[in-house]
T-cell receptor
Framework: DVKVTQSSRYLVKRTGEKVFLECVQD?????MFWYRQDPGLGLRLIYFSYDVKMKEKGDIPEGYSVSREKKERFSLILESASTNQTSMYLC??????????????????FGAGSRLTVL | AQKITQTQPGMFVQEKEAVTLDCTYDTSDQSYGLFWYKQPSSGEMIFLIYQGSYDEQNATEGRYSLNFQKARKSANLVISASQLGDSAMYFCAMREAPTGANNLFFGTGTRLTVIP
């Protein structure tokens, strides 16, 4: 089974601190994603990466950056944390882009989430 | 317009009963895929089932089935014989073609509570 591991389940940081959220997957997946989850808003894509050192902005990239130096690791960075970044952060990976018919290549495998509180 | 709409913020079901979680979607693409994920209180999103837009038969995976009504643009999840462990948030999602990370849209979720 694919495993996606997020390094921290709970973090408490202060406004202005730099925050690193780490995510590692162990099945050689091409794609990795960072989502933010807030009640009533569902999941919103922050950034995704389809290859090492490649990244693209999602729907809400402002205030975030990412790093993918190795295929298995995708880091989310909050350069200067703010209170409105208090949220649940979910990392996910998928085998590849896939084409229709939709297959397992398109299914996302998620980590357990990192709940960040910024005071 | 919302790409995925889940109109039931919360649902209750008696143990061993069946329950339907509603999902409607909005797309002008002919090729797309519909997914359901479960999120227990532990936080990890778990893939349950998917349906391709050209699939003529409704998808089934164990106790989960997807009631796909293409003309109505609905993709409801049916859970048969509910169990206490089914209590969780459930998210409907759609991937449009051409496939790309920005083409995956999630609904706001439905919290299901199974009553003993």
């Amino acid at each position: 089974d694919v495993k996606v591991t997020q390094s921290s389940r709970y973090l408490v940081k202060r406004t202005g601190e730099k925050v690193f959220l780490e995510c590692v997957q162990d099945m050689d997946h091409e794609n990795m994603f960072w989502y933010r989850q807030d009640p009533g808003l569902g999941l919103r894509l922050i950034y995704f990466s389809y290859d090492v050192k490649m990244k693209e902005k999602g729907d809400i990239p402002e205030g975030y950056s990412v790093s993918r130096e190795k295929k298995e690791r995708f880091s989310l960075i909050l350069e200067s944390a703010s209170t409105n970044q208090t949220s649940m952060y979910l990392c996910a990976s998928s085998l590849g882009q896939g084409v229709y018919p939709f297959s397992g290549a398109n299914v996302l495998t998620f980590g357990a989430g990192s709940r960040l509180t910024v005071l | 317009a919302q790409k995925i709409t889940q109109t039931q913020p919360g649902m209750f079901v008696q143990e061993k009963e069946a329950v339907t979680l509603d999902c409607t979607y909005d797309t002008s693409d002919q090729s797309y895929g519909l997914f359901w994920y479960k999120q227990p209180s532990s936080g990890e999103m778990i893939f349950l089932i998917y349906q391709g837009s050209y699939d003529e038969q409704n998808a089934t995976e164990g106790r989960y089935s997807l009631n796909f009504q293409k003309a109505r643009k609905s993709a409801n999840l049916v859970i048969s014989a509910s169990q206490l462990g089914d209590s969780a948030m459930y998210f409907c999602a759609m991937r449009e073609a051409p496939t790309g990370a920005n083409n995956l849209f999630f609904g706001t979720g439905t919290r299901l509570t199974v009553i003993p």
